[in-house]
Structures are given as C-alpha cells and as structure tokens.
C-alpha cells in the first residue's frame, strides 16, 4: 500500500536530514549523533625532577589574555563545550528550502491534493523552522517527527464506527454513495461483515435499483455472508426499497442498516436529486461516500461534490491495495473535513481496514518514526 510515496518520502527526509546537518557546519558533519564529545584534558604542567639540594625556581608562564570586561574568563573546556555540546543549532527558512520544494512536488506527483500539499509544508515550516537543534540529537529523528506531526495533522482523527454504533440509537441507519464501479457495493458486503464480526445484526437495503444486474450482485453477497437483504424489483422507488430497510430493522431489532444506492455522477442532477429524496425518506444518522484511492485527485474533488449536494459524515476507500500513491488517503479528510471511516485493500470480505491515522502514518514513514 502506498508504496511508491513511501520510497520517496525516505528519500526526502534524508535530503532534509542533508540539509540541515550542512546549515550547522562542519564540526556537526563531523560528529557523530549522539556519542559524547571526546575533549583533551586540562593540561597539567609535568614536574621536572630536581636534583638534591638544588632549589626550585618558579617556572614563568605567559600571563592568559585579561578577561574582556563584564565577560567571564572561559576556561579550554568550557569552550570546547559551548561550540560543540551545548551549540544549538537554529534552523532557519532557508536551511529547508530545497527539500521542502521537493517535499512538495513529491505529494503534488503522489496525487495529493494542493491545498493539502501547502497545509502540509506549513506544518513542516512549523514543526522545523527555529526549533532549536541541540549537537547531540539525530537530525533524522528531528525531521521524520516533524513529517509524522505534519502528516496526521491533516489525516484528522479518523472515525470509529464501532464505538459510534454502540454509543448510537438502534437501528443505525447508514447510507452509501458514490459513483459508478468505485466498489460501493463490494464495500458494504465488507462493512456488513465487518460490523457483524463486532457482535452488531445488520440488515441489507438494495437501493440500487438503477443499473441491471445490481439487485442480483448485492443479494448474491448477502447470501454468501448469511445477512438479510430488503429489496424490490429493478427500476422500483430506491426511497420505498431503503424505508422497507428501515422498518425491517426497527420490527426485527436489527443493530445497523447498510443502504445501497445507484452509482451517479456528481453532475447528474436527476440522480442527485433521486438521492436528496431518499435521505429525507430514510433519514440516514451517517451518510458514507465510497470512492477508491487510485482515482487519487479526482476522487478528491468528487467527495467534495457529493458533500456539498448530499452531505457525507466519512468516506470509505477502496482499492488502496492497488494504489501506489497514497494522495486521495492524505488529501480527503483536510480537504472536505470528513474524516476516512475505512480503506478497502483487496476483493474478500475480510480486505477492510478501519482507517487509524497513526498506522498510516506508520505506513508510509516506517513505524519506528
Ligand atoms: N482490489 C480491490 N478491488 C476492489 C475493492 N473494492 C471493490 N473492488 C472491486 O471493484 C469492482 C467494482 O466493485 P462493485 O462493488 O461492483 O462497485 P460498485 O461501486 O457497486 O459499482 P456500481 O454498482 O456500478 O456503482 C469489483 O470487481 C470489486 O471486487 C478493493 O478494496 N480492492
């Protein structure tokens, strides 16, 4: 997963790394982080041996320079020290310059939205100009925790569903969206698995009654996972389909409501408004729009649509297993403010990932980070 921007962001941090190890000159590139600093003893004036009976006569040592006024006199050592233990170094704007253009255009490559790309370089700013170095602290250390923090600052703090649904009145009603073939379908056969292997009942709604074949796919996943599923015949009213859900639900105590919706384009007004009606029918407590990782930026700004005209309280997506760069995975919850409920990484029933921030953090960064 992701693992195209993994290798470039390890090779961004060591330019990073590069980069401000050479702002704080050449007694840092020379030292190695973290040993002690090894310095020459205070030098102790050897004894001559005297002869019997001879005498000693002082020996004459230059006078040390007169301390400049209201300055302290500094002794070798504590010298030594100020330059190279206790140095700190500043670093500035400029030390980061480069890498952080690179930093960017990495993202930008990686499909990560712009508005995503500058609130990230913001953060590294943040995180890295004028922190104080101290000569001792690995300067890889300093630069992948700047990434981490800057990184799960705009991944938010995800979304449990589980803890929602326990905490929430039954029957949870959940409403899927999305466009055509992004895997919406698949994706609620998963979450309905997924919810159930957490002690919850759950109740199918076919809504799709759009597309041939839609009706017999869902029921075809139903069956193999031993759930219910509510449905009509295709080119039927989605909105009497998903209210029949909901009042199955309601007689039967079923825990959480899954409802399928025909795949539309943002731009399609009738559909849109197809999907208006039934949420004022149904009156979903969370709508979920799925839509895949590899469509990246598009995938973006197609959220942002859906949440504008419908309203999206997470996103779920998919096929983050074939998705190298991991720009829709970082960009989605800053850009439309909705955080990612789930990731679907393969075809099974069991290929669903709760989207936790700090593991994908972990993901791209290496979990030692
Ligand atoms: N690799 C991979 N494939 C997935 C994933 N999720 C779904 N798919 C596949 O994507 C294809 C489309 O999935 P569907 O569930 O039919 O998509 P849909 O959005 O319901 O399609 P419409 O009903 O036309 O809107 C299927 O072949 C799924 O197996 C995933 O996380 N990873």
Redesign the pocket.
Known sequence: MFDGLKNKLKNIQQKFGHSITEAAGPEVVAESPGEPVKTAPESVPEEKPIREGAVRVPEVVPEPPAPEVGKTPESFISRVRSLVIERELVISEKDIEEPLTELQMVLLENDVALDVSDAILAYMKEELVGSHRKIGTSVDNVVALALRRSLLRVLGEGFDLVTYIRNHERPVRILVT?????????????MGHYLRENGFSVVLGAG?TF?AG?ID??DEHARRLGIKVIQHKEGSDPAAVLFDTVEYAKGHGIDVVLA?T???FHNRKNLMNQLEKIRRVMKPDLIVY?D??VAGNDAVVRARDFNDLVGTDAVM??????DPRGGAAISIAQSIGKPIVF?????GYD??VPFRPAAVVDELLGAEA
């Open positions: 999305g466009v055509n073939g992004t895997g919406k379908t698949t994706s609620i056969a998963k799709d597309r839609a796919q869902i399928d025909a795949g539309r799925v895949e990782a997506l998919t096929k983050a297993d074939m990731l679907g990484t393969g075809q290929d669903i």
